[in-house]
Every structure is written in structure tokens, then in C-alpha cells.
Nanobody, 125 residues
Framework: QVQLVESGGGLVQAGGSLRLSCKAS????????MGWFRQAPGKERDFVAA????????YYTDSVKGRFTVSRDNAKNTVYLQMNSLKPEDTAVYYC??????????????????WGQGTQVTVSS
């Protein structure tokens, strides 16, 4: 079993930055791909970004390309999401997820076996 705990969310003004962290425990996730999803009120949980087990490949949804960066530190069993130039439409609960499977882009919710509880990000205009 893998437990995931997100942190780093909060309230920020438009144009600001936040860095989310996702700490894994229970087993090492160095062989897992990791993803970030977000869910705004009344909407589905959508893909944001993902990173392969080695960190050699990263994937982003179009709306965050050039603003968000996903990275990982396997020695710390932690994945990060650096979010810059934040916009009010980025407001959501952000979830990290882990998968031991290889997929084309890691962008589908059902590709992931483990999920964190989420951290709230609120961007004010």
C-alpha cells in the first residue's frame, strides 16, 4: 500500500506562485509514475501534470503548460508541483496520485491506484 499526503496549498493572488508537495509512505514510489489532478467545485477531477518514474518524462494539460512544473525527488519519496503565474481558474482541490503501470500519458484517473486526500488552492483576482 502507498499513502500519499499533499501539502503546500493555500490562498494566493493572481499572478502568484505556490509549490505543492506530495509525500509518499508505505513503500517507495521510485518505480511509480506520479500525477497531479485537480477538482473545482461542481466539476470533475481533471488531469494537470504527470511525471514518469525516472523523472525523464513529464506531461501537462494544455492550460498549465509554461506555468506549472512537475518534478520528483525519489530519495525523499516526494513529488512536487511548482505553480507560477496562477490564475483564478486554477482554483481547485489538488490531488496527487501514483501508478505502477506504464501508460501513454498518465492523464486518466483510472490509470492510478493510489490517491492523496487533496490540498486546496485558491487564487484570488
Amino acid at each position: 500500500q502507498v499513502q500519499l499526503v499533499e501539502s503546500g496549498g493555500g490562498l494566493v493572488q493572481a499572478g502568484g506562485s505556490l509549490r505543492l508537495s506530495c509525500k509518499a509512505s508505505g513503500r517507495t514510489v521510485s518505480s511509480y509514475a506520479m500525477g497531479w489532478f485537480r477538482q473545482a467545485p461542481g466539476k470533475e477531477r481533471d488531469f494537470v501534470a504527470a511525471i514518469s518514474w525516472s523523472g525523464g518524462s513529464t506531461y501537462y494539460t494544455d492550460s498549465v503548460k509554461g506555468r506549472f512544473t512537475v518534478s520528483r525527488d525519489n530519495a525523499k519519496n516526494t513529488v512536487y508541483l511548482q505553480m507560477n503565474s496562477l490564475k483564478p481558474e486554477d482554483t481547485a482541490v489538488y490531488y496527487c496520485a501514483a501508478t505502477p503501470y506504464y501508460t501513454a500519458s498518465y492523464s486518466k484517473r483510472d490509470e492510478y491506484d493510489y490517491w492523496g486526500q487533496g490540498t486546496q488552492v485558491t487564487v484570488s483576482s
